[in-house]
């Protein structure tokens, strides 16, 4: 039995690899080691790069934002070069698990974007860029940083089935349902008219990555 045939290696390995390495909370770390207190406390109360923004923190905002996207790369390249194309697509997949529900914070993590994003682009760079172009597109015609990402997510399976295929069609399906799920109060503030812009003061908790 291979690595590329075994439940062992393509499944449970990667799996828990991608699990434990997406569970690092950056934003939680990174704000306490800069004395700034404890991240969960402020705006939306997410661990991720847009509350860490509300700190005033900008550096530390863009540091969360590449940390949390490269421990999905990470998980994912190491699976595949290590194991398998597969391997890594798993490994990619439950990186983002770690960073939404990790252990370390009884499973209160972030929404997953970041990680998302960075997973994709290291099974296929093709689709990570058009999925990066759709939501900077969304962004700057709708002025709305949580429909960006619900929408560039939401994409994510159409570009992985006409660019790609594979077991790709699959990892990106299940994280935009995943993804957009996680956004569900951003939904309900967008139905309402209550979300605020990109740019404008926020009125009420809004979206983290």
């Known amino acids: 039995m291979t690595p590329d045939d075994s439940t062992l290696w393509v499944w449970f390995v990667p799996g828990i690899f991608g699990y434990l390495l997406g569970s690092v909370p ?24 847009t509350n860490v923004l509300r700190t005033g923190n900008k550096p530390l905002a863009l540091a969360v934002l590449l940390l949390d996207g490269g421990k999905g790369a990470i998980a994912a390249l190491i699976a ?10 798993v490994a990619g997949f439950f990186a983002v698990l770690g960073h939404n529900f990790p252990v370390w914070l009884k499973f209160k993590g972030g929404k997953g974007v ?8 290291a099974v296929a760079w ?22 960006a990402a619900i929408v560039a997510l939401a994409s994510a ?11 790709v069609i699959g990892m ?16 309900k503030r967008l139905i309402q008219g209550e979300e605020s812009k990109i740019g404008k003061k926020k009125k009420t908790e809004s979206e983290g990555a």
Do not use: Q
Not at 26 to 49: E, P, Q, Y
């Open 26 to 49: 950056f934003g939680l770390v990174l704000t306490k080691m800069a004395g700034l207190g404890d991240v969960r406390t402020i705006g939306s109360g997410n661990i991720g790069a």
């Open 80 to 89: 595949t070069f290590a194991l398998s194309p597969v391997a890594g697509v």
């Open 114 to 121: 970041a990680t998302t994003l960075g997973a994709i682009l």
């Open 126 to 147: 093709p689709v990570g860029i058009a999925v990066c172009l759709t939501w900077a597109t969304v962004a700057n015609v709708f002025r709305y940083s949580s429909l």
């Open 157 to 167: 399976p159409f570009w992985s089935y006409w660019l790609v295929g594979g077991p």
């Open 172 to 187: 990106t399906a299940a994280l935009a349902i995943l993804g957009v799920a996680r956004h569900h109060a951003n939904i």
